[in-house]
Structure formats: C-alpha cells, structure tokens
C-alpha cells in the first residue's frame, strides 16, 4: 500500500512538473492548441519551388504539413485561400527594432565641458566609450507593438536589432514582430540571443574627444583587434578587461559592418582582410559607381532602399547649387541592386533608413523596375539574410518544422496591384487588410424571379464597389458586397431623354449573401413587389493589356562615370608606360 502511495504522488509530481511554467498566467489559463489548414493556395515555399493548389497547415506557430493531398487534421480550422498565395514572411538584417539607441548631442562632444580623454563608464571595460562590444540587445530588448505594426504591414515577421551606437557596437538578436498582447512575452519573441557583432566608423553617442575622424576610428578599431589578440594569453599587467573579453567572444558569430558609402564599404574591408574577418557590410546606397571594387571584397551586402529625393531646381538660385555628381545618383540610384545582382554579389535588403516605411513596396518595385530581378528580391528578403544569420532552420522558407511566419496574398508579391491580406508570425494572425479577400471580380448570370415574370441579365463586376448590369441596356447601378453581404440597385432601363441617366421610378433593389460561385437573396422589383434573385458566376474577367504591362527598364539612363561627375571617363582609365623625351625639365 506504501508503494502505491509513493507511486500516485510520483506520478502527480511529474505531471505538475510538465505543466509548469516559468511565467504565471494571470486568469484562466487556456491550453487548447492551435491549428490551421490553408487550402487550395499557391504556395512559394521558396525562390526555387512554387506549388499549386495545395495546402499550409500550422500547428502552435510551426509548420506541420506543407503540399498536396494532405491528410488535415480533424481539430483543424480550414480558411480556403483559393486564388490567394502564400510566401515566407520577410527578414530584416538591420534594425533597431525594441532596443533604444542613445541619444547625444551634436558631434557627440560636450560643448563647453573640458576635453575627456577616457570613459566615464564605471567598471572594467574599455579605456573609449565607443567600444562596447559588451553590450548584448537581446538584454535590452522590449517588444515595441507599433513599431511591430510598421514592419508587418510590408511583409516582415522577422528581425534582427542591435544598438546602432558606437564603433564596436556589442551584439544583435534576432527577433519574430509577434505582438505580445497575443500571450508572446520577449522570451517566446527572441529566436537567437547572441546572432551577430555589429561595428561601425562611426563613434555614436560617446562624449570622448577620440577619434574625432574617419582616420581615428579606423586607428581605433584596428587597436581594439591588437588589444584583443594580445588579451587572449590573460596577461597579468592587464587583469579584467570585460569589453576585449566580449570582443574575443563575439568574433565567432556573422560580423556586421554599417557603412555610408562606397568608400567606407572598401575602407571596412581592408580592416576586415588585415585581421582575417569577413564583413558582411551595411551599404550606403551608391556601391553601383565601383561595382568592380566592391565585388572584390568577397563581402555580403545589405542593401537599403532610402533613394534620394528629386532635387528641386524651380528656382534657378538654388539650382546653382545642385551637382551633377547629386543628379546622377538620384537617377541611378534605384538601379543599386540590380548591379550588384549583375555582379553576383550576394545580398539582402533592409527597410532601414526609409523616411516612411510605408513607401518599401514603392521603392522596392521601382528597383525592380530598374533591373532587379524578382527573384532575386524575394531571396533577399527571405533565404539570404537567413543564411548570413545561420537562422535558415527556423525562417526564411516555408518547410515543416520552421516557425510558421507567412503572408497571404491575392497575387505575386511584387505585383503593384496585389494586396497583401494578413501576415501571420509565430502562428498568430495579423490583418493588414481585409478588404478583397473574396475576389468577386468577374462576369455573373443574374436571374431575377417575380411574381409575373423571370428575367435574365449579365452582371459585370469589376470590384467590391463597381458592378455592371446588361440586358437589353447597359445599365450602371450602385453596388457594394462587405465580404459577406450583397446589395445592388438599378434602373430597369436607361432614361432615354433628357441625357445620360437612370428612371429612378423603376429601380430594382437587391439583397443577399454570397455562397461560394453563386449569391443568393431577395428584394424588391420595380413595382415594389417582392422577388428572389441568383447570380451565378460565368467567367473571370480578362485582364486588359495595360493591367499586364510589366515594367521594364528605361531606355536612357545616365552611364556611369570615373569619377562619377561631368568630366569622368565611361571606363576606368588604364595605367601606362609613357616615355617622355627631349624635354627640359
């Protein structure tokens, strides 16, 4: 009887134990799980792979089946997304998303205040504020839900951030954009802790009078790497160095280096080839005037999408002012990308520095337009960026067992007319617009029963708000389907005097609801009598020419010179032997 007692309360032990949780739930706690069968949708599991009709299902924020003829399971939930595509949720590389970036003053000096030669940090950390390798974000990290907003409005569910403060900036976490009002605290949100070391020429919000240029703070970086070679035998005279201990810790994870031009990229590199580290490099925007240079660094790019805006030279004062060097890259500009594709430079895309994150997509397909393929854009959003993080296991594709971060669309992604409907992170759904998701655009047999009569039309809808009667007229009424629920109202006839109009004497008023292909309901004929109606879809409506019109690059752009200004040569000028003779020097 002892042991059977010992045995009941061992077994009640270890069932409390699996339902423990490091986090208490305050209010009813809710163990159900979630799943999802997405059906009869075009699927991009990747840039290589598409699949048609065939079916997503999720289970507790992970992909658990994925392809045609898939048994579903009976606790799913089934949202049909017939003509609906579904692709990987988009990464960003490059962020500071829920980690606060110190603020300082200008030029980072303390005006007025005496010359500060070393920290002011207090403990064993680095002689200069600017070095900071110490610094984790993922210790810092808060979720932020509207900033979270802004990103997954334009296709993001996962980011890497980091403290953009410093020369050596510490480390960036990668982090999903779920909201944490859904249940995800910051511990379910961070998919890797420690997930790169960022550095940069720039010294931030440090108030030291060093460096105080370009030149010093390559010295310096370069000096933190020889202090921290000489840091690893632990030598006695030195004691505790936190910060050349994190600097050690952190050369194993992806380097990340921010810089602002085509310059700094090359001036990076040369740091990173001294000490044998390869810089995946932030760029500046204008890597397309030294393509050449800049594939010889063997570096990966992260590619921002902030183009300049188009100057104004109204008044011609002020046109005075505006370079040649200026115009051209506001022409050249979008066509970064597509030189760097050109080249095989590997790359990913950023929606950082955008002065409104709302114009991404604008910019995004205007780089399309000016030579970026699209399949390229989709890889550098989704697998490249996972792969310079080694976070290919968890996003960046859609497979089984990876976290089920995916948008649902009604057309290719980088189609301007295409509307993106939801962006689900983590398994968790996010509307970005609800409107469309019925596509009820298309040609309808409408056959509208009285008591005296039956009477067939063809219903034209061109969308949501716009549809078209024909009969023996054609007759334009007004329309309007939410989603669930149809009205229409038209004039049996055309006014035939009198100009173009309707006979408001003799409208048709109808409502009903949509099941699949055929809407049914009632309403009332133009005498006022009660009728039913159907409408029976026929056929879609074929896209006009002008709505297939893909974009391509323009004919004339600016070449590219060297130097890139009036006087430049189309090709890089090439060294010579040249004999001058008979001369007096």
Known sequence: MKKIKLLFFGLIFVSLLHAQETFPVNGVADKRSSCFAFT????????????????????????VGIGNNLSIPKDAIIIDCKEKYIYPSFIDIYSDYGVATPQRNAAGFNYGAPTQFLSNTKGAYNWNQAIKPETDAFKLFVADETKAKSF?????????THVKDGIVRGTGTVVTLADSKDGFKENMIVLKEKASAN??????????????????????LRQTYLDAQWYKIKPSTEGVNISLQ???????LPQ?????????????????????????IKGGGNEYQRVAEIAATKAAYILPLNFPLAMDVEDPNDARFVSLAAMKHWELAPTNAAALEKANISFALTASEL??????????????????????????????????????????SLEVGKLANFLITNGPIFDEKTVLFNNWVQGQKYVIKDEGWNDIKGKYNLVITSPSATINYTLDVKNSTTATVIGKDTLTGKFGFDGKIVKLSFAATKKRQGGVGFNRDGQFRLSGFVDGDTWNGNGEDTAGNSITWTAKFVSAITATDSAKKRHSLPQRLTKVTYPFDGYGWEEMPKQENILIKNATV
């Not at 994150?357 to 910019?363: A, E, I, L």
Request: charged share 25%; no cysteine.
């Open 40 to 63: 009869n949708a075009t699927i991009i599991k990747d840039v290589q792979t598409t699949i048609q009709n065939s079916t997503l299902i999720i289970r507790d924020g992970k992909i």
């Open 355 to 396: 002065r409104d994150t709302k114009q991404f997509f604008t910019n995004l397909r205007k780089a399309i337009e000016f030579g970026l393929s699209e399949n390229k854009a989709l890889e550098a959003l989704t697998k490249t960026p996972a792969t310079l993080l080694n976070i290919y296991d968890k996003v960046g």
């Open 246 to 252: 994190a600097f050690n810790d952190n050369q194993s």
């Open 152 to 160: 997954r409005e334009i296709g993001f569910g996962t980011v890497l």
């Open 256 to 280: 990340i280096f921010e810089s602002e031009d085509k310059w700094t990229d090359l001036r990076a590199d040369r740091v990173g080839d001294e000490f044998g580290v390869q810089y995946i």
């Open 199 to 220: 550095y940069s020429f720039s010294k931030g919000s440090s108030t030291q009078s060093y460096p105080g240029s370009v030149m010093g703070a390559i010295a310096l």
